[in-house]
C-alpha cells in the first residue's frame, strides 16, 4: 500500500541498498545501489507496474550474492538480453571470421567439416553458455581411441569456440575442455605421432637414400631438409629469390613459418651442393624443388611415400627431433641454439623479450657440424676403406 500511495518525487529506500523511485512524471521504478569490483553501480530492476516489492527485494537479493562473489550483475542483465547462439552457431562464425588467415585451404575445409561430423550431433544445438566438460566428453569419447589425431583436433577446435564465446561475452569461467582428459583412456603411442630416426642411423639413411631409385629431386629435397632440419612445408615451398648462396643463406619469409617470423638458416656446403644440382636439373621453375610442372612445388606427400617404399616407419618432420637429439647428446652446442635452429618459439617471455639476434654465428657452426656428422665423414669412412 505504501509503494501505491507515494506519490511524490524522489527516492526511497527499502532496505540493503534497494529504493524505490519516484520520478517527477509520477511513473515508479526499483533501484538496486550496489558495489561491484570496488565501484558503486545502480542497477534498474524493473517499474512496479511489472515487479512487485517481494520481486524487487528477490532480484536485488540475487544481484547482491552476484556482486559478492565477484559477479557483475550489470554485464549478466546486458547478456541475457542478447541472443545466446547456439554451438553450432558460434563455430560457424569462429570459421568465417578465421578462415581468410589460414593459407591451407584443406584445413579451412577440415576445421569444420570435423565439427559437423563428430560434434554438432552431440550438442550443436546447445546454448554456447551452455556447453559443459561432459557434452565435449560425450562427442570425444566414440573417436578418441580409433581416431586419436582427428579427436585431439576436434578438442582443440572446441575449445578455439569456446574461447571465442568467452571473448565475446557470452560465457563466463573455465573452459569445460580443460581437463576433459582426465575423463578419457591414455591414447596409445601419444607422444611419438611424429615418428623419428634415431641419430645414430641418420647418416647410413642417407647413404641408402642417395641409392634408393626415388626421383632424384625428390631424394635432393629430403636430404636438405634433414641438413637443415626444417619443416616439410618449408623445403617444398622454397624458392629461390629466398636463397643467399654467396652468403650461404636461406631467408624463409614469415608467412611461411610456423610462428609467422622470418627464419635464416646457414647452409653447409652439402647444402649448397644440393642446390646447385636442383637448379641444373630444374625446368626454369620458381620453386628450388619444382613438382612434375614448373608451376607447382614436389607434392607434400613425396618424402612420406618415399619413406614408405624404403620400409622405413618414419615421417619426414621426425629428422627434425634426430638433429635436436643429436645436438643434445653428442654436442656442447647451447640448448637454446638448437631451439633458435629449429624456429622454436621462445616460451619464456622475459627471454624472448630481450633476444633480439638469431645466433647466426652459432647456428652455422651447429649446422656446419651436423653436416659433418651425416654426410661427410660416413663419406670419408667409405673413401678410406
Not at 550489470?74 to 541472443?83: G, T, V
Not at 615451398?237 to 610456423?258: C, H, I, N, S, Y
Request: glycine fraction near 8%; charge should be positive; hydrophobic fraction near 40%.
Amino acid at each position: 500500500m505504501q509503494v501505491r500511495n507515494l506519490n511524490k518525487p524522489g527516492r526511497y529506500a527499502d532496505g540493503n541498498g534497494l529504493y524505490l523511485v519516484v520520478d517527477p512524471s509520477g511513473a515508479k521504478r526499483w533501484l538496486l545501489r550496489v558495489v561491484v569490483h570496488g565501484k558503486r553501480r545502480d542497477i534498474g530492476l524493473g517499474g512496479t507496474s511489472l515487479v512487485s516489492l517481494s520481486e524487487a527485494r528477490e532480484k536485488a537479493l540475487s544481484c547482491r550474492k552476484l556482486a559478492r562473489d565477484g559477479g557483475d550483475p550489470l554485464a549478466e542483465k546486458r547478456k541475457k538480453k542478447r541472443e545466446i547462439p547456439t554451438f553450432t552457431k558460434a563455430a560457424e562464425q569462429v570459421h568465417a571470421e578465421h578462415k581468410a588467415s589460414w593459407k591451407n585451404k584443406k584445413h579451412v575445409d577440415q576445421w569444420i567439416n570435423t565439427l559437423k561430423e563428430y560434434v554438432f550431433p552431440h550438442f550443436g544445438e546447445t546454448p554456447v553458455d551452455q556447453v559443459q566438460t561432459p557434452d565435449v566428453l560425450k562427442a570425444l569419447g566414440p573417436i578418441w581411441l580409433t581416431k586419436p589425431e582427428t579427436a585431439r583436433r576436434v578438442r582443440q577446435r572446441i575449445k578455439a569456440v569456446l574461447d571465442w564465446a568467452k571473448a565475446a561475452g557470452f560465457r563466463s569461467g573455465e573452459n569445460p575442455v580443460e581437463g576433459v582428459e582426465k575423463g578419457l583412456p591414455k591414447q596409445n603411442g601419444r607422444d611419438s605421432h611424429h615418428e623419428a630416426m634415431s641419430y645414430g642411423q641418420v647418416p647410413a639413411f642417407i647413404k641408402n637414400l642417395r641409392a634408393s631409385d626415388a626421383g632424384e629431386t625428390t631424394r635432393l629435397a629430403l636430404e636438405f631438409l634433414i641438413l637443415t632440419a626444417s619443416r616439410t612445408s618449408e623445403v617444398l615451398q622454397a624458392r629461390w629469390g629466398e636463397f643467399d648462396l654467396d652468403q650461404a643463406l636461406w631467408t624463409v619469409p614469415a608467412e611461411r613459418m610456423k610462428a609467422k617470423r622470418i627464419h635464416r638458416v646457414p647452409l653447409s656446403d652439402r647444402c649448397l651442393d644440393i642446390l646447385k644440382r636442383v637448379k641444373v636439373i630444374g625446368t626454369g621453375s620458381g620453386y628450388a624443388f619444382p613438382g612434375r610442372t614448373a608451376e607447382r612445388p614436389l607434392s607434400n606427400m613425396a618424402f612420406l611415400m618415399m619413406l614408405r617404399r624404403m620400409n622405413l616407419n618414419v615421417t619426414a618432420h621426425g629428422f627434425r627431433s634426430s638433429f635436436r637429439d643429436w645436438a643434445a647428446e653428442t654436442t656442447s652446442f647451447p640448448r637454446e641454439v638448437a631451439e633458435m635452429a629449429l624456429a622454436h618459439t621462445i616460451e619464456n617471455k622475459v627471454e624472448a623479450a630481450y633476444r633480439r639476434g638469431d645466433l647466426m654465428a652459432k647456428r652455422r657452426g651447429m649446422m656446419n657440424a651436423w653436416a659433418t656428422y651425416i654426410v661427410e665423414e660416413k663419406e670419408a669412412d667409405a673413401a678410406s676403406s
